[in-house]
């Protein structure tokens, strides 16, 4: 599986942006997906996560009723709709893939995502 993420940008505060995730390679439902954010200087934590089938979704407290994780199986796609941005969602968000592990283990380049005050 290959990722590609894209979508990021410079927003203001309260503004919305949708990253998308591109993946190639077959049988996408076989693998639970997710969405990721790096701050400088910090470690990658969760943002956002979805099950193969898409039927369980889960996000991190501080993204909670802003942000909604969605996939495509049929298009292989991945989205992450980020509304209510605030500045402290500044990051580079990373798409992910568990395969054949119990963590996740296979990485799209990031996309920068600027949330102005």
């Known amino acids: 599986v290959q990722l590609q993420a894209s979508g990021g940008g410079l927003v203001q505060a309260g503004g919305s942006l949708t990253l998308s995730c591109a993946a190639s390679g077959r049988m996408l439902s076989r693998y639970n997906m997710g969405w990721f954010r790096r701050y400088p200087g910090k470690d990658v934590e969760v943002v956002a996560r979805i099950t193969g089938s898409g039927s369980t979704r889960d996000y991190a407290d501080a993204v909670k009723d802003r942000f909604t994780i969605s996939r495509d199986n049929a298009k292989d796609m991945i989205w992450l709709q980020m509304d209510n941005l605030k500045p402290e969602d500044t990051a580079v968000y990373y798409c992910?893939?568990?395969?054949?592990?119990?963590?996740?283990?296979?990485w799209g380049r990031g996309t920068q995502v600027t949330v102005s005050s």
């Open positions: 992910g893939a568990q395969v054949a592990s119990v963590t996740f283990n296979v």
